[in-house]
């Protein structure tokens, strides 16, 4: 009596959900993330109980397993671990910096090393400042007048671009490859302005590479606070001779084994077609990551819990991947769209949360003009909820490597502004995230996935 029961019982949930319209569906998914979500509980354990998580760190083995641990509550069809090798770069004790105007005389400023970057030597580094905005700047001074010093990237990113994404992409070169070429030149060290757009006073980190460089001509590399860098660069224009101290105690030690998080919903009609919804679950460890990425992971987390809440059965296998390694070399992305292949998986829609937790305004997509052109008719029933921002362009760093010819892939696209005063620097904390906006951004990943897995779009 009791099966029969629960069988009528799943079938009038069934039919009532069909028989409603996608107006309905979706305003019962803003509603249920707005009164009874979990996201903002989930981030909530995961920064102020586990703290940053940067790769290969304990905090990023206690986030594994307690992502792990929620996610098999849910009552999901399958959870399991990816397992996944990844670099282990340690900060060490804190940098300390000085600039030197004549000798005795000081004015300390704030810095942090750049992730992947080398130590300096035991008692640190002190030379004369070269500044720069560019590489072509630095090649025009050549190595005449770079060697032995220390190069001062100081290109800010531009603040009358309203894509603030747009403007981290311009300047983030400086950052990225701004010691592999200034080693050409022999300078001893770096020194890069924080991509950031306000002035303050915290440094932001950020993952940089050597190339090719051999191991004994890299050269530190540290970012100074948008402030020092203001002041560094007015006292330069003053005199050229002031010099730069630093230190810095980081390494880099051997690879660790570590994992993606996986949980999946098993499609009811088509369940080798494969829709994922992801962030990833490493962070810097300045602060502790609310917002880069813990918001994407607990957002994509309860977009399963709320399918499964409101009573959506779906017709796709919906996975939740909770990726390791975005920051400092994206090897979660890249081992989870390899053993896709392996399996030869059919992954039709990828979503990923990699932002922030602000209010969300809508989506880029990467697909074909056509598919755009289908999606962009769901585009009203955004509107409501002021999440009708839809546009054409890349789509996240971990799912990107899942790309094809007939895939949709997507990236949530929140509020922008403020994104960057946060980003990889020490005050990326929980007291920075706002509950009703967290959720806002899970229930739009939500009706998103929704209508896709309903739709399909081909």
């Known amino acids: 009596m009791i099966k029969i029961f629960t069988v009528l019982y799943c079938l009038f949930i069934s039919i009532g959900l069909n028989a409603q319209t996608d107006e309905a569906i979706l305003k019962n998914i803003y509603n249920t993330s707005l009164t009874n979500g979990k996201s903002y509980e989930w981030l909530n354990h995961l920064s102020n109980q586990i703290g940053s998580r940067l790769s290969g760190s304990l905090g990023a083995e206690r986030a594994v397993a307690y992502t792990k641990e929620e996610l098999e509550k849910l009552g999901l ?3 399991w671990l990816q397992p996944v090798m990844v670099p282990r770069w340690v900060r060490g ?7 030197e105007t004549t000798p005795g005389k000081t004015n300390t400023i704030n810095i942090c090393a750049l992730g992947g970057s080398v130590a300096t030597p035991a008692l640190g580094i002190k030379a004369n400042i070269v500044e720069v905005k560019n590489f072509e700047e630095l090649e025009a001074l050549g190595k005449a007048n770079i060697e032995g010093k220390i190069v001062f990237y100081n290109r800010p990113m531009q603040p009358d671009v309203m894509n603030t994404h747009d403007a981290y992409s311009e300047a983030n070169n400086q950052r990225k490859k701004g ?14 302005r924080s991509l950031n757009l ?3 006073d915290l440094p932001h980190t950020g993952n940089m590479s050597y190339g090719d460089l051999p191991l004994e001509k890299r050269i530190p590399a540290a970012a100074i606070s948008t402030n020092d860098a203001e002041v560094l660069s007015t006292m330069l224009q003053l005199d050229k001779n002031i ?5 810095q105690n980081c390494k880099q030690l051997a690879d660790v084994q570590s994992y993606n998080v996986i949980g999946e919903i098993t499609g009811s009609q088509f369940p080798d077609e494969y829709m994922v919804v992801g962030g990833h679950l490493d962070s810097w460890d300045l602060g502790d990551g609310s917002h880069d990425d813990g918001a994407g992971v607990v957002q994509s987390m309860d977009v399963l819990r709320l ?4 009573g959506i059965k ?14 400092n070399g994206k090897r979660g992305g890249i081992k989870y769209a390899e053993d896709a292949k392996t399996k030869k998986e059919n992954h039709v829609f990828a979503l990923e949360s990699d932002s922030g937790g602000f209010t969300p305004r809508g989506f880029s997509f990467d697909c074909s003009d056509a598919q755009f052109n289908k999606i962009t008719q769901w585009k009203p029933l955004f509107e409501p909820y002021m999440v009708h921002y839809f546009e054409k362009g890349g789509s996240g760093a971990d799912i990107d490597y899942l790309k094809n010819n007939t895939n949709v892939l997507v990236g949530l696209f929140p509020d922008s502004q403020r994104y960057f005063d946060y980003h990889h620097a020490g005050n990326d904390t929980f007291d920075a995230i706002n509950k009703r906006e967290l959720e806002l951004g899970a229930a739009t990943m939500t009706a998103l ?8 779009v081909k």
């Open 77 to 79: 069809d399958k959870v």
């Open 93 to 99: 004790a804190k940098e300390y910096a000085y600039i």
């Open 179 to 192: 010691a592999e070429e200034a080693s050409k030149y022999g300078a001893v060290a770096v020194i890069v």
């Open 198 to 200: 306000r002035l303050d």
């Open 243 to 247: 010099k730069l101290y630093f230190k």
């Open 307 to 310: 399918l499964k809440e409101i």
């Open 314 to 327: 779906p017709k796709r296998s919906i996975r939740v991947v909770l990726f390791m390694n975005e920051e």
């Open 449 to 456: 996935v929704y209508l896709f897995d309903k739709y399909g």
